[in-house]
Structures are given as C-alpha cells and as structure tokens.
C-alpha cells in the first residue's frame, strides 16, 4: 500500500498524463460519433417506416 504523507518525491504537476488525455479524446469521440450515428439511424428508420 502507498504510503502516505511527504516522502519528498512527488512534484505536483509533474505527472505524465498524455496516455490519460489520448484515452478521453479517444472514448469522446466514441461517444459523439455513436451518438450521430444512433440519430441518423433514428431518422432513417422515421423516414422509411412502414404501417
């Protein structure tokens, strides 16, 4: 388990999160083009239903 308190190694701000930061633009533009992608099947399906 981590310890806690100062043990002198850690500068705030000094952590690479460039993986972080890759993973949520990548996951965001999941969700937008999932999104799109649900309405464009939305309104097809509106347009070319039938009775």
């Given amino acids: 388990m981590a310890a806690h308190g100062n043990s002198g ?3 705030s701000g000094s952590m690479d999160i460039s993986q972080h930061v890759k993973a949520w ?3 965001t533009a999941f969700v937008k083009w999932s999104t799109i992608g649900i309405i464009l099947i939305m309104a097809f399906l509106a ?3 039938t009775h």
């Fill in 9 to 11: 190694d850690y500068q």
């Fill in 47 to 49: 347009v070319f239903r």
């Fill in 25 to 27: 633009n990548g996951f």
